[in-house]
């Protein structure tokens, strides 16, 4: 063998074995830590203490967590934080059941190395690693204080404390008779401590009452004395003039701050748990990070200027946490496949290299070694253009598992509808082929919308979130506001002008200095603005003018309308997240203007409306002349080169025209009506059916539900979320109205849980469709709809007899057609037993009672009638001795002439012929 070949053959063996082991190994483990929480009892306060630690540690999947709990008993706590010292954890939080009990157990954690985190309450010893908790003196006289500003004429009260034997007990109440000593129109004229139970303590209280009729303020130790207080006031007639403070202010349903918020309390003192704080102190201490040993934690009054706002910021920190944890098992899903793909990787490389190999022999024995060497060339540059793929594969893995917990859910309709539209779209240009065409263009033009619009949903998205965080850097610099906003105006004029829009611009100021961050003022601006052309109709007028106000020294922006105008609740309501007014059929996320009064309120600014219905509205932001509201660090000398315009509001606005050109309804036969608020869905979904049905289309419920009653089509496709009346509600009135209770109705909706399906079908749905859908699977639901109605028409039509009635059909029009039937048949000899006959009887339309035999029986109703009396007529033929002539007129025809046309034409003889042929 010779030596060439040899060291091709090492190498190889080298690149082969280099690879298996950088595909093989194993993730670097994140280092993990054991943190044991020993809690002294089970309680509203420390389940929410609890709460708060289980939200910080979805953050730190690295922290493995338990609990123990010791039921007010500190010899059982003693004995589990000892099992937990046997155990070797790797730091240990305690909430002490008793101070002094727990000293010495807790001295021994400390000396063997376990860092010791205090919550609310300490020991006897300085032996311990770091503490968190309120000052529950400074919390007594904060309450104090209170009482004292709310009372400063007069105040009498009754203090019900805890057991005087606890420490927050004692600090409390020393805390607030020191501020009530320097305050001599205060008097505490009763107090009762709850020492053997709550039944001693009512009775004490009440006989408090009763002996100091002069009280007019109850200041209890915790939240759940304060309402028992309240409670009992209530029955004994006095609780109208009493004013009463509780401690604690736990978030929940029947905890403090819901208590403040109904009126119960008249305010309560916010408690902190510190359970974030300690799992964030934990992070510091494992990872030898600086920290504080001694965490005081901060509390405030809550009353009922600031319950509501609490209560709901609680909810909201409750929803992220679910998004966060649904987003850390998505991670999770992630990793799984980053693995797989590690592996298959490993296949990959390896099914490379032995290619290599095989073909490395396979040029042996062809060629010579120069080729084998430039052979051997090729494969490595080969190898490493893949080593290249790998490694960008790999780099995009982690790009998209590092946004862990940066995604916004709850708003799942705002993004399923425009995913529905680019799937939709894509689907149509990939089965259609070319991307040359008109049509394929403004698709595409229309999957860009779509996917600027989910760019501007998460964009606002993420502006909130920064501005709640605090985390919102404002770069403002000084510029002329006159020239800026003449500039965003102009943006809009090619809009303007194609709707003969006249759009002004005024400023008595040839120039205006103000210091503002571009970028948002920008925003600002172009929100006001889309939303004045978007409710201000073709030929109306817009005008926008920036004055400057010597009275208050600000620069005012105003941006008005003769548009469509708001309504008062509108107006209360319009700079509320997500909000939209139900009568606005111009959808959007209800984002825009509250995002605005944020931005402008960062600038230290207002925003304000005046709007009357009809009359259009008038917007003004207000921004202060200098730069005194901003702080240093917040100021720039530098400007911005340009402004970035709001591409998806030009877009939108410059190819409405466009977007709005109607379907082919086409020339068939079969009717679909169309009932959905979005325009680029329902022009998406008329094009594709218009080449199969009759279109007819609905931008709202209340609309859809007209033409249901108007057109009686053959089949509805509706949107669930919709302006004016829901897709459930409307489902629910067409399938108990006799009028549309046939028609066949198929739901589209971003609600996709179980539970929402299941109250799709019950109101009446015959297909339940979520978004983003397959256009594919649509169209098949439709026609197995149609199919399975042709289906019984063709078993049931022109057999149907009385009492044997088709299944598969609804109880309503069971019920139609056993009228029907009877009706037709009890009337059957009457010579005018018509269409208008019928339709008055049934109170339908002729045009509504056509179209429903005709779903329902597959024959018009004067042929269901000529049916029934021929048969009738073949009957009399057979079982008796009348006339030709007397049987005519009893089986409703006005003349025998008739009479035998129509039998000869159903039976293909005469009358009299078909009775001599059956009787033989």
């Known amino acids: 063998m010779n030596k060439p070949w040899v060291v091709f053959r090492l190498f190889f063996l080298l690149l082969f074995f280099g690879c298996i082991s950088e595909s093989c190994q194993p993730d670097l483990p994140q280092k993990k830590f054991r943190i044991a929480f020993s809690q002294c009892c089970n309680d509203p306060w420390r389940d929410v203490m609890e709460q708060e630690m289980f939200r910080e540690l979805a953050f730190h999947p690295e922290l493995k967590f338990e609990i123990k709990v010791a039921d007010n008993n500190s010899d059982q706590q003693i004995a589990q934080i000892k099992e937990l010292i046997e155990q070797k954890i790797d730091l240990l939080i305690v909430s002490p059941n008793e101070s002094k009990p727990l000293t010495p157990i807790l001295e021994e954690a400390y000396k063997s190395d376990i860092p010791v985190i205090l919550i609310d309450r300490k020991t006897e010893s300085e032996q311990y690693t770091a503490f968190i908790g309120a000052d529950n003196y400074e919390i007594g006289q904060t309450a104090a204080r209170y009482i004292a500003n709310r009372f400063g004429a007069h105040g009498n009260i009754i203090e019900l404390q805890l057991g005087m034997t606890m420490t927050p007990a004692q600090e409390r109440s020393r805390g607030f008779r020191d501020v009530l000593a320097k305050m001599p129109q205060l008097h505490t004229v009763a107090k009762l401590e709850l020492a053997t139970g709550m039944e001693e303590l ?3 209280f009440l006989d408090a009452l009763r002996q100091h009729p002069e009280t007019n303020i109850i200041f209890a130790h915790n939240d759940f004395l304060a309402e028992n207080a309240f409670n009992w006031a209530q029955e004994a007639g006095r609780a109208d003039g009493l004013f009463f403070v509780g401690i604690d202010g736990i978030p929940g349903l029947g905890k403090g701050i819901q208590a403040v ?13 510190g359970g974030s704080e300690a799992i964030r102190v934990a992070l510091a201490i494992l990872n030898n990070l600086p920290y504080e040993k001694n965490n005081k934690l901060q509390t405030i009054v809550i009353n009922s200027d600031n319950a509501r706002i609490l209560h709901l910021q609680m909810k909201k920190v409750e ?3 679910g998004s966060i944890d649904e987003q850390i098992n998505k991670l999770e899903d992630l990793n799984t496949i980053y693995r797989n793909q590690r592996v298959y990787i490993f296949i990959l490389i390896f099914s490379l290299l032995l290619a290599i190999v095989l073909g490395g022999i396979l040029w042996k024995s062809l060629n010579t070694k120069n080729e084998m060497n430039r052979s051997l060339e090729q494969k490595n540059r080969e190898v490493m253009e893949h080593e290249q793929q790998i490694i960008n594969m790999s780099d995009e893995l982690r790009l998209a598992t590092s946004a862990k917990v940066d995604f916004f859910t709850n708003i799942s309709h705002e993004f399923r509808t425009p995913l529905t539209l680019i799937l939709g779209y894509v689907e149509s240009l990939i089965t259609g082929g070319s991307t040359n065409t008109k049509n394929a263009k403004n698709d595409l033009s229309l999957v860009r919308k779509n996917a600027l619009r989910l760019l501007r949903l998460i964009n606002q998205l993420m502006d909130f979130r920064k501005i709640e965080s605090g985390k919102m850097a404002v ?6 506001l006159v020239a ?10 090619k809009t303007a002008d194609k709707r003969n829009i006249e759009l002004g611009f005024f400023s008595v100021e040839k120039s205006l200095t103000v210091w503002f961050d571009v970028n948002m003022v920008d925003k600002v601006l172009f929100n006001l603005l889309s939303n004045a052309f978007k409710f201000t109709p073709d030929g109306g007028k817009i005008q926008v003018a920036v004055v400057k106000d010597p009275i208050t020294d600000k620069a005012i922006v105003k941006v008005e309308d003769n548009g469509q105008g708001m309504t008062k609740e509108t107006q209360k309501r319009a700079f509320e997240q997500f909000y939209q007014a139900e009568n606005h059929r111009s959808k959007g996320t209800g984002l825009g203007l509250a995002l605005s009064k944020e931005l402008v309120g960062l600038h230290g600014g207002s925003i304000n409306l005046w709007s009357e219905p009809g009359k259009g509205a008038r917007f003004e932001v207000s921004l202060p002349l200098g730069n005194a509201q901003f702080k240093e660090d917040q100021l720039f000398s530098e400007k911005p080169d340009s402004i970035s315009y709001d591409e998806l509001v030009l877009f939108e606005m410059e190819n409405k025209e466009a977007a709005s050109q109607p379907a082919p309804t086409g020339s068939h036969e079969q009717v679909l009506l169309l009932i959905e608020d979005n325009e680029d869905l329902r022009l998406f979904l008329a094009n594709h059916f218009g080449k199969s049905f009759q279109i007819r289309e609905a931008a709202d419920g209340n609309a859809g539900l007209d033409k249901a009653f108007a057109e ?6 509706a949107d669930i979320n919709m302006p004016g009346r829901d897709g459930l509600t409307l489902t629910k009135q067409l399938k108990t109205d006799l009028r549309t209770s046939h028609i066949p109705i198929v739901l589209l909706t971003a609600r996709s849980s179980m539970e929402q399906k299941i109250e799709g079908v019950q109101s009446g749905a015959d297909a339940y469709v979520t978004k983003p859908f397959n256009l594919v699977l649509l169209s098949e639901i439709v026609k197995n709809l149609l199919a399975g109605r042709e289906n019984l028409r063709e078993r049931f039509g022109g057999n149907l007899q009385h009492g044997k009635l088709p299944s598969g059909i609804g109880d309503l029009d069971q019920q139609f057609l056993r009228k029907f039937t009877s009706y037709v048949e009890a009337n059957l000899a009457e010579q005018n037993l018509t269409v208008e006959s019928l339709s008055e009887a049934f109170g339908l339309s002729r045009v509504q009672l056509f179209r429903k035999t005709k779903a329902l029986l597959g024959e018009s109703p004067n042929d269901f009638i000529q049916q029934v009396r021929l048969k009738k007529a073949s009957q009399l033929l057979l079982e008796s001795d009348l006339t030709v002539a007397e049987i005519a007129y009893r089986s409703g025809y006005s003349s025998p002439g008739y009479f035998s046309t129509a039998f000869k034409g ?12 059956t009787k033989k």
């Open 475 to 480: 770069r403002a610099s000084e510029n002329d």
């Open 261 to 273: 918020e109904d009126g119960i309390l008249d305010a309560s003192l916010l408690y902190p748990t």
């Open 712 to 717: 009686v089509p053959d089949l509805i496709i």
């Open 202 to 204: 009512k009775l004490l």
């Open 906 to 917: 159903r039976y293909g003889c005469s009358p009299s012929e078909w009775r001599e042929k």
């Open 319 to 321: 929803s992220l946490q």
């Open 484 to 493: 800026f906003t003449r500039e965003i105006v102009e943006a809009f004029r």
